[in-house]
Nanobody, 122 residues
Framework: QVQPVESGGGLVQPGGSLSLSCVFS????????VAWFRQAPGKEREFVAA???????WYGDPPRGRFTVARNNAKNTAYLHMYRLNIEDSGVYFC????????????????WGRGTQVTVSQ
């Protein structure tokens, strides 16, 4: 059973940066596509970014140009590096893994972490 565990969330000021990590256990990490989603209070879960098993990144519209997704198969870890954060980036960030090609829908991913809170505030 693949189990992702996110970390790295916290409080950051507008314009700041934050990096999230997601460590996977219980499976062969390198074969999975990995995605990051986020959810703000009262809003639907939103696709942020994904990276394929062949290391190709893909980004959703809101964070495009400000976020970078990466993976390190040797460490069974995926990353989301976030720059120039604004208040609208606040929310719970989830990582997820799926065996298919990365897509922007939650249904494309089987294994989910519990999330890590990111708060952008003065």
């Amino acid at each position: 059973q693949v189990q992702p565990v996110e970390s790295g969330g916290g409080l950051v000021q507008p314009g700041g940066s934050l990096s999230l990590s997601c460590v996977f256990s219980g499976g062969t990490f390198s074969i999975y596509s990995v995605a990051w989603f986020r959810q703000a209070p009262g809003k639907e879960r939103e696709f942020v970014a994904a990276i394929s098993s062949s290391d190709s990144p893909w980004y959703g519209d809101p964070p495009r140009g400000r976020f970078t997704v990466a993976r390190n198969n040797a460490k069974n870890t995926a990353y989301l590096h976030m720059y120039r954060l604004n208040i609208e980036d606040s929310g719970v960030y989830f990582c997820a893994a799926g065996s298919g090609v990365p897509i922007a829908a939650s249904s494309g991913y089987t294994y989910w972490g519990r999330g890590t809170q990111v708060t952008v505030s003065q």
